[in-house]
């Protein structure tokens, strides 16, 4: 089995910080990209940032100079640093990770999250 736990989420203002981290345990052989997505009500989920193995990091327009991707290899970790937040990224956020297995196992499965609730409201 493999799980993926985020924490860090909840309410902010306009302006404000949050930080969100996502944690990766079970059998895990290998994890390449990480990454950040996002669930807004009555939208569909869409990719916020990532982040490979080698540390290249991707974001979505939206988000660029205001969010931080990292991650922690050595924990299977990876985070989401948010700053200037706006009433607009008000959504669920969840975690995802290419991950293979074990070792036989040449094609990485993507794994999610539960989801964590950002909230930017004043």
């Known amino acids: 089995q493999v799980q993926l736990v985020e924490s860090g989420g909840g309410l902010v203002q306009p302006g404000g910080s949050l930080g969100l981290s996502c944690a990766a345990s079970?059998?895990?052989?290998?994890?390449?990209?990480m990454g950040w997505y996002r669930q807004a009500p009555g939208k569909q989920r869409e990719l916020v940032a990532t982040?490979?193995?080698?540390?290249?990091?991707n974001y979505t327009e939206s988000v660029k100079d205001r969010f931080t991707i990292s991650r922690d290899n050595a924990n299977r970790a990876v985070y989401l640093q948010m700053n200037s937040l706006k009433p607009e990224d008000t959504a669920v956020y969840y975690c995802?990770?290419?991950?293979?297995?074990?070792?036989?196992?040449?094609?990485?499965?993507?794994?999610w999250g539960q989801g964590t609730q950002v909230t930017v409201s004043s």
């Open positions: 079970g059998t895990i052989f290998t994890i390449e990209t």
């Open positions: 982040v490979t193995t080698g540390g290249y990091t």
């Open positions: 995802n990770a290419e991950i293979r297995r074990y070792p036989v196992i040449i094609k990485p499965q993507k794994y």
